[in-house]
């Protein structure tokens, strides 16, 4: 049988809905998704193969200005993620568009690449669920449509998945004869412990506010296959919570250490389904001042 396959970018503004995207496109949760921009940090593979073709998306950190190194990384991963693709989907809010004032300086920065790499590009409308009426898209499509000639224009909504098979039809004909990259069979690049850690996190963005889920990171410390009393399989996960004030800390640990449990409740009920056996999480919380600017630390938590 010839093969067929297909590098996909998705890239945008922080918080378009990405990630929500490239999970509803695979059928399984590989990318942590919140309501927080910048919950991606690093590019993340999600793989979809259907017969002869192979998919392999891209999943990029929203394009933002950097404030500090980490954020400079994350910028970084969007280019190079840019460069190595066949076609990039460049996913927009549209449920904001009528509050916007036109397309943003970062997406305007990621079409001049498109025009000047001579790559291909779909436009994603996402968030339709949200419309009264689809009339509302007109403007955005006229908008974004004089700046480049999209390839496709897809309205989509990643969370009912409403025209995720559509955006997978304009897609096809990007994927030209050649082996399959991943095994048929695999969802993602990431590892187990990664994917433990990024469970975690999303747990914790999703209950902290303001400047404490930015400064978090994950990292794992023991993931290790064992037994239960009664024979069946279980994972031995020890992680810790890094942030960057004391006071911080305080938050993560909440009232009598009610946030850390409820957040690793959630966490361990989460991996127990995903790697399909009992989970036993342990969880701690430290301090590390500044670690967004610390490159040691940065590439200690993989984030670069
Ligand atoms: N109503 C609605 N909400 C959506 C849709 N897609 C994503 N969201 C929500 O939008 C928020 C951001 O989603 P993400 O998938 O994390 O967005 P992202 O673009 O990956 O964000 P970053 O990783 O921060 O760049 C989350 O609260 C999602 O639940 C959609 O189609 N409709
Ligand atoms: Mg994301």
Same mark, same amino acid.
């Given at each position: 049988?010839?093969?067929?396959?297909?590098?996909? *970018?998705?890239?945008?503004?922080?918080?378009?809905?990405?990630?929500?995207?490239?999970? /509803? @496109? +695979? $059928? %399984?949760?590989? #990318?942590?998704?919140?309501?927080?921009?910048?919950?991606?940090?690093?590019?993340?593979?999600?793989?979809?193969?259907?017969?002869?073709?192979?998919?392999?998306?891209?999943?990029?950190?929203?394009?933002?200005?950097?404030?500090?190194?980490?954020?400079?990384?994350?910028?970084?991963?969007?280019?190079?993620?840019?460069?190595?693709?066949?076609?990039?989907?460049?996913?927009?809010?549209?449920?904001?568009?009528?509050?916007?004032?036109?397309?943003?300086?970062?997406?305007?920065?990621?079409?001049?690449?498109?025009?000047?790499?001579?790559?291909? *590009?779909?436009?994603?409308?996402?968030?339709?669920?949200?419309?009264?009426?689809?009339? /509302? @898209? +007109? $403007? %955005?499509?006229? #908008?974004?449509?004089?700046?480049?000639?999209?390839?496709?224009?897809?309205?989509?909504?990643?969370?009912?998945?409403?025209?995720?098979?559509?955006?997978?039809?304009?897609?096809?004909?990007?994927?030209?004869?050649?082996?399959?990259?991943?095994?048929?069979?695999?969802?993602?690049?990431?590892?187990?412990?990664?994917?433990?850690?990024?469970?975690?996190?999303?747990?914790?963005?999703?209950?902290?506010?303001?400047?404490?889920?930015?400064?978090?990171?994950?990292?794992?410390?023991?993931?290790?296959?064992?037994?239960?009393?009664?024979?069946?399989?279980?994972?031995?996960?020890?992680?810790?919570?890094?942030?960057?004030?004391?006071?911080?800390?305080?938050?993560?640990?909440?009232?009598?250490?009610?946030?850390?449990?409820?957040?690793?409740?959630?966490?361990?009920?989460?991996?127990?389904?995903?790697?399909?056996?009992?989970?036993?999480?342990?969880?701690?919380?430290?301090?590390?001042?500044?670690?967004?600017?610390?490159?040691?630390?940065?590439?200690?938590?993989?984030?670069?």
């Amino acid at each position: 049988m010839s093969t067929k396959s297909a590098f996909i *970018a998705l890239v945008g503004r922080p918080n378009v809905g990405k990630s929500s995207l490239m999970n /509803r @496109l +695979l $059928g %399984a949760k590989v #990318a942590i998704v919140s309501d927080k921009p910048q919950t991606t940090r690093t590019r993340i593979m999600g793989v979809l193969t259907e017969g002869e073709s192979q998919f392999v998306f891209i999943d990029t950190p929203g394009l933002h200005r950097p404030r500090n190194k980490l954020g400079e990384s994350m910028v970084r991963a969007v280019g190079e993620s840019v460069g190595d693709v066949d076609v990039c989907v460049l996913v927009v809010d549209a449920s904001e568009w009528e509050q916007s004032r036109g397309p943003a300086p970062a997406e305007r920065e990621l079409i001049d690449r498109f025009r000047k790499d001579k790559l291909p *590009a779909v436009l994603v409308l996402n968030k339709i669920d949200l419309l009264p009426d689809r009339t /509302r @898209l +007109l $403007g %955005a499509i006229t #908008a974004y449509s004089s700046l480049f000639d999209f390839a496709a224009v897809v309205p989509l909504s990643a969370r009912t998945g409403d025209g995720a098979g559509a955006l997978i039809d304009e897609l096809r004909p990007f994927a030209g004869e050649g082996p399959h990259f991943f095994a048929d069979d695999s969802l993602t690049d990431q590892s187990e412990r990664a994917l433990a850690a990024e469970i975690i996190r999303e747990k914790l963005l999703r209950r902290l506010s303001h400047e404490v889920p930015h400064g978090i990171a994950v990292g794992i410390e023991k993931f290790a296959d064992g037994k239960t009393r009664e024979g069946a399989d279980l994972l031995d996960v020890e992680a810790v919570v890094y942030c960057e004030q004391e006071s911080h800390k305080g938050i993560v640990i909440g009232k009598g250490g009610a946030m850390l449990k409820t957040v690793s409740t959630q966490a361990r009920v989460e991996m127990e389904r995903f790697f399909g056996c009992k989970v036993n999480l342990r969880c701690w919380v430290k301090v590390k001042e500044d670690w967004r600017n610390r490159p040691g630390l940065i590439h200690q938590f993989g984030l670069d």
